[in-house]
């Protein structure tokens, strides 16, 4: 895969979390009815297959690290194997660190 692709995967994942995990907190809170359990339960399971999902899809593009240490890590790990993950952590983890940013106010623009 081209580094473009990689890093917008990474964009895309690191985004889509974010929202997931954003999202499924307002949803478990209104549908909860106040009850912390229902909401903490729903909260998770939605996170869950949302990490899934977004993993088995982005996967095979990037990695899914979908976090700048988990990239760093790998890419000190493998950068005697493996140096061009290494060579493009930081551009993977620029994308990583640009996405909350975008994120939020897109979902808060959404649900309301």
């Not at 999902?53 to 760093?72: K, Q, W």
């Not at 493998?78 to 897109?106: E, M, S």
């Amino acid at each position: 895969m081209t580094l473009r692709r990689k890093t917008f995967a990474e964009f895309i994942g690191t985004a889509g979390l974010l929202c997931a995990v954003i999202g499924s907190g307002i949803m478990a809170e209104r549908l909860a009815g106040g009850n912390q359990g229902i909401a903490l339960l729903a909260n998770t399971l939605a996170t869950v297959f949302a990490l899934y999902v977004l993993i088995e899809v982005l996967g095979p593009v990037s990695g899914a690290h979908f976090n700048p240490v988990v990239t760093l890590v790998l890419a000190a790990r493998a950068a005697p194997v493996n140096r061009g993950l290494a060579r493009h952590a930081p551009v993977l983890v620029a994308a990583q660190l640009l996405a909350p940013w975008r994120a939020p106010g897109r979902r808060m623009r959404c649900s309301t």
